[in-house]
């Protein structure tokens, strides 16, 4: 079975919004890292969107340093469930209907994991138990406004921290697994 991570920057005060987040060259190389332990990206709507808009050719007024990872992105395979969507493309496939067959069947297939993105996914998955492993990147800032994560989360989720790494900016990566 096929792991299912989750990874997202936060800043201190638990703001998970990327424009309160300052781009990072050495932050978006550890993001291939990640995409490249995964056959595929698992996102919702919102962050599918967001991440089309961003990263799919031709390339926008972005960075050089932040190419690689324009190409990570736009090369992998990605699912995207959304119930208002009508059709997707850029290398993707609609996951409609019952949310824990779903993705219990994507994670049933064969290959090195699956890796998702956002906020509103991440926390039906919590919900469901679907999620691995956690891994917060944690910014040295306080937003003081934004979305924050697992807001409504209905129970506790005890993790166990199983590596940290820490980058230039200050910033912290944490990776954690459920407590079982």
Same mark, same amino acid.
């Given at each position: 079975?096929?792991?299912?991570?989750?990874?997202?920057?936060?800043?201190?005060?638990?703001?998970?919004?990327?424009?309160?987040?300052p781009a990072d060259e050495e932050l978006h190389r550890h993001a291939i890292e990640?995409?490249?332990?995964?056959?595929?990206?698992?996102?919702?709507?919102?962050?599918?969107?967001?991440?089309?808009?961003?990263?799919?050719?031709?390339?926008?007024?972005?960075?050089?340093?932040?190419?690689?990872?324009?190409?990570?992105?736009?090369?992998?395979?990605?699912?995207?469930?959304?119930?208002?969507?009508?059709?997707?493309?850029?290398?993707?496939?609609?996951?409609?209907?019952?949310? *824990?067959?779903? @993705?219990?069947?994507?994670?049933?297939?064969? =290959?090195?994991? +699956? #890796?998702? /993105?956002?906020? &509103?996914?991440?926390?039906?998955?919590?919900?469901?138990?679907?999620?691995?492993?956690? *891994?917060?990147? @944690?910014?040295?800032?306080?937003?003081?406004? =934004?979305?924050? +994560? #697992?807001? /409504?989360?209905? &129970?506790?989720?005890?993790?166990?921290?199983?590596?940290?790494?820490?980058?230039?900016?200050?910033?912290?990566?944490?990776?954690?697994?459920?407590?079982?």
């Amino acid at each position: 079975m096929r792991p299912l991570r989750y990874s997202i920057n936060v800043t201190l005060d638990g703001c998970c919004d990327h424009r309160a987040i300052p781009a990072d060259e050495e932050l978006h190389r550890h993001a291939i890292e990640n995409i490249d332990q995964a056959d595929a990206l698992l996102f919702g709507r919102v962050t599918y969107e967001m991440m089309e808009a961003a990263f799919r050719p031709p390339a926008g007024a972005r960075p050089d340093w932040m190419e690689p990872f324009a190409q990570t992105i736009d090369a992998a395979k990605k699912y995207v469930v959304s119930s208002t969507l009508d059709r997707v493309d850029w290398n993707a496939e609609l996951v409609r209907g019952d949310l *824990e067959k779903a @993705v219990q069947q994507l994670k049933r297939e064969s =290959g090195k994991g +699956l #890796f998702v /993105g956002g906020v &509103k996914l991440p926390l039906a998955l919590a919900e469901l138990g679907l999620i691995d492993e956690y *891994e917060f990147v @944690v910014h040295p800032r306080l937003a003081g406004q =934004g979305p924050t +994560l #697992f807001a /409504g989360l209905s &129970k506790c989720v005890d993790l166990r921290l199983v590596s940290r790494v820490e980058f230039g900016s200050g910033a912290v990566a944490m990776r954690y697994e459920p407590r079982m």
